[in-house]
């Protein structure tokens, strides 16, 4: 699976290893992402590789323990390692190529943007999913 940034000077893969895709409706992800939501494809680290431009991947701590990753020349939000680069998180709309998964949850719902509707039938959750949802899905 393939991904890049807008101008496709940070370009990257990912051998297989995908968990799932998340929409996060928290007002950090709509305003990095400039939408709704901010929608994420959750996979196994140790199966990414940046393929071109790393050097121009920068990165900004938005939170305590949350980084985020974007492309210093077209400013697109870019995969971040976490936990020792055996976790990735990629912004799926940097996606080239179909990941064969769709959308498993909606989460911090309840600070979602008051003028959009959600409309699917996706699971969702006012805050952060418990740790229930995400071991009875072997996460």
Known sequence: MRG???CGAVRYELDGGAMFINHCHCSMCRKV???????????DGTRFRWTAGEPLVRRYDSSP??????CSMC???LPV??????HVIIPAGTLDDDPGLRPLVHFHVASKAPWHEITDDVTQFDAFPP???WTERGF
Do not use: I, V
């Open 131 to 133: 740790d229930t949802f």
């Open 81 to 86: 390692l976490e936990e020792g680069g055996t």
């Open 65 to 70: 323990g949350n980084q985020r990753a974007f």
């Open 4 to 6: 890049s940034c807008l």
């Open 75 to 77: 400013g697109s939000n």
């Open 33 to 43: 992402h400039g939408a709704a939501f901010g929608s994420f494809l959750h996979a």
